[in-house]
């Protein structure tokens, strides 16, 4: 079946809020931890996974996470991307 994979990527902060506030929109996501960097500095980071219908609707759902983890981690801006992919639950 043909999905979308929405991927937010932001600084390891306040991740109970954060999750809290995805699962307020999805009942299901995956966080992945990372080391990053932003402005040459290290950080650690996470990279947070939402498959679901590549929707208008969905986008705007993602994007309005993406802004309220922005303002939560007090952030200059978090970085989303979409993917298309095949998923299937087996």
Same mark, same amino acid.
């Given at each position: 079946m043909r999905r979308t994979e929405y991927? !937010? +990527?932001t600084e390891d902060l306040n991740r109970d809020k954060i #999750?809290? &506030? !995805? /699962?307020g929109y999805y009942s299901g996501f995956s966080i992945t931890e990372n080391t990053g960097f932003w402005n040459h500095e290290q950080e650690k980071s996470i %990279? !947070?996974? !939402? +498959? %679901? %219908?590549? /929707? &208008?609707k969905n986008l705007q #759902?993602?994007? %309005?996470i993406a802004c309220q983890i922005r303002q939560v981690n007090k952030q200059e801006s978090v970085l989303v991307t979409e993917h298309k992919i095949g998923a299937w639950f087996i």
């Open positions: 991927r !937010i +990527i #999750i809290e &506030l !995805i /699962s %990279t !947070i996974s !939402i +498959i %679901t %219908t590549g /929707s &208008l #759902i993602v994007q %309005t």
